[in-house]
């Protein structure tokens, strides 16, 4: 057990960075690691997972997933009766807000072959789905980027 | 405008990290508070275990029962199986008659738009049968499953073809092929972690879909399908490492006859001890059935190790480690391999040695791999891009002809190839781990076609968008590719690279 929590520890820091790329802006990274790493304990450690790091962004994946959709649900029930959510909106820099803007798989993606110069067949079968989907995907989360990041260009030039 | 790269690192490196030691231990905390579902699940266990014993009886009972007859019956009718009668000779093919086009032709042609599909489509594959060009929609969101439609450029119009019959298959491993009579649809099944691949069919003189019996496959990827004139070679890769997949061997390799619906055993692709199958991808070249493979081997070699690979045709392997705490690394090459009419196993291809993955083409003359950058399969592991272009033209007397680079970094990466039987098109793009891609200028696709004969390459007119899939029909080239909607929803364009 000592072996899965210094495996575990050795992970963290990929795998921390990799959270913080697909969580929702209000969501702690620690704590999709976190509990990631408790799915791990609570399976019984590590046997029989050939490659623990796309094992753990998996899960890290799908725990980002979950959450905002819980997020959006409690937003919309809120919404319904007339309130709002208490806490406010984290600022972030209008370009970092832009990347935020995106579906948690195409930031995972983006992340993966971007900065982590994984091959489209790698990201994609980290992320769960097909080689085709992913250059899809890709392509159309570099296009909706590109169109953002223009537009506030644009309305900056205007400003000034 | 920012690099891409540089907001990735910035929001990867948001917030403050708790710390590894600090994470781990409130993990380890959390699983050891959750006394009360520990002392319930005893119960539930037990209660679990003995429901599943009881179905699992009566399962078994049934089984005993039912196969036996079934087996006795079907052997009874069926023909003892051989790739004699498989793989037919060259000529017998029922496939409509396309004209090919030379590179020199096709740098005449120019872009143009053509009707789009219908706007809840999007493209799984696309097939041209002679008269139309048929595309079927991924099945993975419930709105585009079994969305098929078929365009007849004569009209430049599109038509809704009845859904397909397999609409609960949630999937976008989907491949088809045209057999001469109808369009063969493969669906690698998502829902399923042993692998099973479903078939239908669809019919466009009566208009109508076909679903067959699944077939049990190692549906790790997409499945690819090969017409030979009498059945439809299917093989699919294994990201299962190497362990059977509803019974069926990771490296097998199947045949289908659409008429009959039935399925027989083909030679297992060959593999070393210790290896398992990646991924594979067929098509009709040299006479028979050829197949590009990518084999992996896992062990404890330290990175860096080069071994010699025992298998012909085989490339040269590097370790390469493949994870931080099991201490395997991993070893892949590639093969390229022929099941020849009459053959009892996949052999070779001669004077060919592999180098990276493709999608390849063929006639009986030659065998057709496009150019493509050559990469490592495991990506982040081993730097992912190896940074060279290899493709060529492999003849049946033996000889091979390189195909031209178009030019190194950052064009490399092919979006879309199409064969035209005289030419090889392919829309690339730029080496999307430049890093900023996502300037205007980065993203413009440019469009090349090789000469097969000389493996010389021409540049041909820039197309608007970039595209995920073309075919050639004999006349023109139709592409497509996704787009934004106005409200933000995603549609499909198709454009024509025509005189």
Redesign the interface.
């Known amino acids: 057990m000592a072996t899965d929590e210094t495996a575990l520890a050795a992970l963290y820091s990929p795998l921390r960075r990799f959270a913080a790329v697909v969580a929702d802006a209000r969501a702690d990274p620690d704590d999709l690691v976190q509990e990631s790493f408790a799915r791990v304990f609570a399976r019984g450690g590590l046997d029989g997972i050939d490659d623990p790091l796309a094992y753990l962004r998996r899960v890290v994946l799908n725990l980002a997933h979950n959450e905002r959709r819980r997020s959006q649900a409690a937003q919309r029930a809120l919404a319904r009766h007339g309130a709002t959510a208490e806490s406010e909106p984290v600022a972030y820099p209008s370009d970092l807000a832009e990347l935020l803007r995106l579906d948690a798989r195409s930031r995972a993606l983006l992340y993966l072959t971007e900065l982590e110069r994984a091959s489209i067949a790698e990201a994609a079968e980290i992320v769960g789905c097909s080689e085709g989907a992913a250059r899809m995907q890709l392509s159309r989360a570099r296009r909706r980027l590109r169109d953002l990041l223009e537009r506030e260009d644009d309305d900056d030039a205007r400003t000034h | 405008?920012?690099a891409?790269?540089d907001?990735?690192?910035?929001?990867?490196?948001?917030?403050e990290?708790?710390?590894?030691?600090v994470?781990?231990a409130?993990?380890?905390a959390?699983?050891a508070a959750i006394p009360v579902t520990e002392t319930i699940e005893p119960r539930r266990r037990a209660r679990r275990a003995r429901r599943a014993s009881l179905v699992i009886v009566a399962v078994a009972a049934v089984v005993a029962i039912v196969v036996p007859v079934a087996v006795l019956r079907r052997s009874a009718h069926e023909p003892a199986s051989s790739l004699q009668t498989h793989v037919s000779t060259p000529g017998t093919v029922v496939l409509p008659e396309v004209a090919p086009a030379t590179a020199a032709q096709l740098a005449t042609f120019r872009w143009s738009t053509v009707a789009s599909p219908p706007t809840d489509m999007?493209i799984g594959t696309a097939t041209w049968d002679g008269h139309e060009l048929i595309i079927f929609g991924?099945g993975?969101t419930s709105e585009h499953r079994g969305v098929a439609a078929a365009y007849d450029p004569t009209s430049n119009r599109w038509r809704r073809l009845p859904p397909s019959p397999l609409v609960e298959v949630e999937t976008?491993?989907i491949s088809a092929v045209w057999t001469g009579r109808q369009l063969v649809v493969a669906q690698g099944d998502h829902a399923t972690t042993i692998g099973r691949v479903v078939m239908s069919s669809y019919d466009p003189l009566a208009n109508r879909w076909r679903a067959y019996a699944a077939q049990m496959m190692c549906a790790g990827?997409?499945p690819t399908l090969t017409w030979t004139g009498t059945i439809v070679v299917v093989t699919t890769g294994d990201?299962l490492?190497g362990e059977a997949c509803g019974g069926a061997a990771p490296n097998a390799a199947h045949g289908f006859d659409p008429v009959s619906g039935r399925w027989s055993s083909l030679p297992e692709l060959p593999l070393q001890p210790g290896e398992y199958l990646d991924?594979v991808s067929t098509t009709r070249a040299l006479g028979g059935v050829v197949a590009l493979m990518r084999w992996v081997r896992?062990d404890t070699t330290a990175p860096g190790t080069t071994t010699p690979s025992t298998a012909p045709g085989s490339t040269t392997t590097v370790a390469t480690p493949?994870?931080?705490?099991?201490g395997?690394n991993l070893h892949w090459g590639e093969r390229a391999l022929l099941l020849a009419a009459g053959a009892q196993q996949w052999t070779p291809v001669p004077h060919v040695v592999l180098r990276g993955m493709a999608t390849p083409f063929g006639d009986d003359a030659r065998l057709v791999v496009p150019p493509r950058v050559e990469?490592?399969?495991?990506?982040?592991?081993c730097?992912?891009?190896l940074g060279t272009e290899v493709g060529f033209v492999a003849n049946r007397d033996g000889s091979t002809v390189p195909l031209a680079a178009t030019g190194g970094d950052p064009y490399v990466a092919p979006d879309l190839v199409a064969f035209t039987g005289d030419a090889l098109v392919a829309v690339v793009r730029p080496d999307?781990?430049i890093p900023d891609?996502?300037?205007?200028t980065c993203?413009e696709p440019r469009a090349v076609a090789w000469d097969l004969t000389s493996g010389h390459f021409v540049a041909l007119a820039s197309p608007a968008v970039?595209s995920?899939d073309a075919v050639w029909t004999g006349r023109e080239l139709i592409a497509f590719a996704?787009e934004?909607t106005p409200s933000g929803g995603?549609a499909v364009v198709a454009v024509r690279l025509g005189p």
Not at chain 2, 7 to 15: P, Y
Not at chain 2, 437 to 440: K, S, T
């Open positions: 405008m920012p891409l790269t907001l990735l690192e910035t929001l990867a490196s948001r917030g990290p708790a710390g590894a030691d994470v781990v409130r993990a380890r959390m699983v999007e991924p993975n976008d491993w990827v997409k990201r490492q991924t896992s493949s994870g931080a705490s099991t395997h990469q490592c399969p495991f990506g982040a592991f730097g992912g891009s999307t781990t891609c996502v300037a205007a993203s970039g995920f996704p934004k995603n």
